[in-house]
């Protein structure tokens, strides 16, 4: 089989206008290349960098998807920029899948079963399957003899525990129409909390570790001997804490309200909770924390309510997953918030003295870096660990292929 003893694997993750993608050799698991395509369909832009900087950033004609995937092999295989000679060299290609739903348990070789499945999901996921699908196809034709896999965001969230899978609603909904919940970012929670079990030096199987996936979209997960046992995400990536443009979780009455006393149509509510919520809608200013966190410290009332909720979503989940699991191990921060914003990284953490968490605040002077923040007589060892979900797919890919 084509690809067998080959180990560079491309990883691509295609939203409904954009691609981006890495290439990763996995003898030493280092980028080779990576980039992103975006306004696909629209007016069109790619960027191409390799190890030694960006090769390229530039307006370009991108009409579909297919014609992205063309150009990103293209620049692979560039005489002048390219990092591979051929596209022979490619052993795999790995697709992030945002929801794998109740079909998927793990991660698959794509079939036209496979396919199949996705598109079946394509109600559940009804703003990512497609696209992903179209990622698939596209690469199909492009790359006809190089195998594919497909990782889902939802699969590490299989093994949640029946009383935090299901809703506490009659079964008819979970049993014919697939109501229940699926979380997301997955792949996230188990590179991070994989990581932290190999920089204690423990297996997994003995810990239970609490992972806070923030960024603009954030979850966390109750992950008890390396399997996830609740996570904040639900039916869908709207559940759960205050995120960027997203409510988190809300009395769902507040839908029928809202649609009896202004006549709004309930997809119009849903964009509204999912795009123009959570920070952006609190403080009028921005869905992003950088934004708020200065607003805030210039002294903007609604910037700090916006962080305050913030906060308080962090803690309640830490909090409610530290009485689930009985005791915690260890904490991972991670993402763009968890990675960087040192000051929210304190301020939960002195919320939990009562379980046991120190931390070192010079250790928590940091930013996008793996470093140990535990302090001195802490029962709970506390991490940053930047997330890696394309090296995550990577492995995956790769053990798929290997044992074809
Ligand atoms: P992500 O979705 O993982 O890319 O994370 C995006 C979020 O991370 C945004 O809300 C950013 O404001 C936040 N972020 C990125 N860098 C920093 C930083 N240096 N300090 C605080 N927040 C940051």
């Known amino acids: 089989m084509k690809g067998k003893n080959n180990m560079i694997i491309l990883v691509v993750n295609t939203g409904s206008s954009s691609l981006k993608y890495q290439l990763i050799n996995m003898d030493d698991e280092s980028v080779l290349a990576k980039g992103l395509c975006e306004r696909i369909g629209e007016d069109g832009h790619m960027n191409y960098k390799t190890e030694a900087g ?14 992205a995937m063309q150009l990103v092999i293209d620049a692979l295989t560039d005489k002048e920029h390219g990092v591979i000679s ?31 499945g996705i598109e079946e999901l394509c109600t ?31 699969t590490f969230h299989r093994t949640m ?17 697939h109501v229940q919940r699926y979380g997301a970012h997955g792949t996230s929670h188990r590179y991070v909390s994989e990581r932290c079990a190999e920089l204690m030096g423990q297996d997994p199987a003995g810990l239970n570790i609490i992972t806070c996936h923030l960024g603009n979209g954030s979850s966390i997960s109750a992950v008890k001997g390396g399997k996830c046992y609740d996570t904040s995400m639900g039916l869908t990536p709207l559940e759960g804490l205050v995120m960027g443009t997203r409510c988190g979780s809300i009395d769902p009455t507040v839908v029928s309200f809202i649609y009896e006393q202004t006549g709004m149509p309930v997809k119009e509510i849903t964009d509204m ?60 921060f991670t993402a763009g918030i968890g990675e960087n914003d040192i000051e929210l990284r304190e301020k939960v953490c002195d919320n939990l003295g009562f379980m046991g968490v120190v931390i070192d605040k010079e250790k928590n002077n940091c930013r996008g870096k793996e470093v140990e923040i535990t302090g001195e007589g802490s029962k709970v060892r506390v991490f940053v660990i930047p997330t890696n979900e394309e090296l995550m797919i990577a492995k995956d890919t790769q053990a798929i292929v290997e044992a074809l």
């Open 54 to 67: 960006t090769v390229f950033d530039k307006d370009i004609a991108l009409p579909d998807h297919g014609v």
């Open 86 to 116: 051929s596209m022979d060299e490619i052993g795999a290609v790995g697709h992030r899948i945002v929801q794998g739903g109740y079909i998927f348990d793990k991660s698959e070789l794509i079939t036209d079963e496979v396919e199949a």
């Open 124 to 154: 559940l996921g009804p703003l990512h399957n497609p696209t992903a699908l179209l990622g698939i196809r596209a690469f199909k034709k492009v790359l006809p003899n190089t195998p594919g896999v497909v990782v889902f965001d939802t």
């Open 161 to 177: 525990a029946d009383e935090c899978k299901y809703y506490a609603i009659p079964w008819v909904y979970a049993e014919k129409y």
């Open 273 to 332: 909770m999912t795009k123009k919520s959570g920070l952006l809608a609190v403080s009028e200013i921005s869905g992003d924390c950088r934004d708020i966190t200065k607003a805030e410290a210039e002294g903007n009332k609604k910037a700090h309510i916006a962080r305050e909720m913030l906060l308080r979503s962090v803690k309640r989940f830490i909090g409610a997953y530290a009485a689930e699991l009985g005791h915690v191990d260890a904490m991972v």
